[in-house]
């Protein structure tokens, strides 16, 4: 088969797509031959060197993929030979065939084709994971998510618009605040040009978001603490603004506020099972019902994968960007 691998840590000269070995289901795993996969920011990582898959996992880069089921390993139940499925991976999506383990393998939601289905484990996974089972957000609730053009942006943003939420949402340029309006948010802000804490707490007489969701880290976490309200819930899932800052807890102990720091890759199987099960039963029933869509910005070949990284790179792109294998 023909797989996206790195050839060092460095610049886009390091991505290839070349003949390898194809892999073999073991036991609980199923083969699947990809139609589609995504880039993440967490394969730009990888490729940078800083961001390793978890040990025992291939350096096939892919977090997600979508397919047809060829092979199934022992003891595997759930799933037959000919069934289209999209799937979480901790590796491994960016190439023409693919393992994955079958707790992590999800039938496609209605109305959903099955190229545009590889736009959906990841973020789906994260957002239902974070904002409905960690941090719990109800109808009725106010949300501020940072990013709201990326994939996990524009997925939140529908999502929490779906469970009834007022969603304030943050992006850079004028056409993402736009599209962020679009898919469902009820205050879009500039980071760039608007003070954001001091628009949330507009936007909600002075009470807070219940909960944030922040791709930021270090950078946002004074300021998100700010913009919490009382009993408010911080979901911290990316460090782009980096890893180390000062917090004052007495404002985190005065509004009785929690901050959670959640990865998806490396936690234990039986975890991204259990994640997958909910988005299954909990998001797919949403976008069957067409209250919340897929937002892709581009699709292209497996082998424009360096195109791709720099789409991604360059912060270009609304949504995400997929990679076909034909």
Do not use: F
């Not at 002075?206 to 922040?214: E, P, T």
């Amino acid at each position: 088969m023909k797989a996206v691998r790195c050839s060092g840590a460095g610049d886009i000269a390091v991505l290839h797509w070349s003949q390898h070995d194809d892999p073999t289901p073991g036991p609980g795993e199923v083969l699947i031959a990809v139609a589609a996969s995504a880039v993440n920011r967490a394969d730009l990582l990888q490729r940078l060197g800083v961001y390793p898959p978890p040990p025992g996992v291939t350096d096939t880069l892919g977090l997600e993929c979508s397919g047809r089921i060829v092979g199934l390993g022992e003891g595997v139940s759930t799933w037959a030979v000919g069934d289209e499925v999209c799937a979480l991976l901790a590796g491994g999506g960016q190439a023409e065939l693919a393992v994955a383990p079958e707790g992590q393998v999800m039938a496609l939601p209605d109305t959903v084709d099955l190229v545009t289905a590889a736009a959906l484990p990841e973020v789906s996974a994260t957002v239902w994971s974070n904002l409905v089972m960690i941090a719990g957000l109800t109808q009725g609730e106010t949300v501020l998510i940072h990013g709201g053009a990326s994939g996990v942006g524009t997925m939140a943003i529908q999502v929490a618009h779906a469970l009834g939420a007022q969603v304030i949402a943050t992006a850079g340029p004028a056409e993402k605040v736009a599209r962020c309006r679009e898919l469902g948010a009820h205050v879009a802000i500039s980071y760039r040009d608007e003070d954001w804490v001091a628009a949330t707490l507009d936007a909600t007489n002075g009470r807070g978001a219940d909960v944030i969701l922040d791709i930021m880290g270090a950078s946002y976490l004074e300021r998100n603490v700010n913009a919490l309200a009382a009993g408010g819930r911080l979901v911290i899932i990316g460090l782009q603004g980096g890893v180390t800052a000062e917090l004052n807890l007495s404002a985190l102990l005065t509004k009785r506020a929690t901050i959670h720091a959640t990865s998806l890759r490396s936690r234990p199987l039986t975890e991204k099972a259990e994640i997958c099960s909910a988005v299954v039963a909990g998001l797919w029933p949403l976008i069957a019902a067409g209250k919340v869509k897929p937002v892709i910005h581009t699709t292209l070949r497996m082998n424009q994968v360096a195109e791709a990284h720099l789409l991604v790179a360059n912060n270009e792109h609304i949504g995400k960007v997929l990679l076909t294998t034909a």
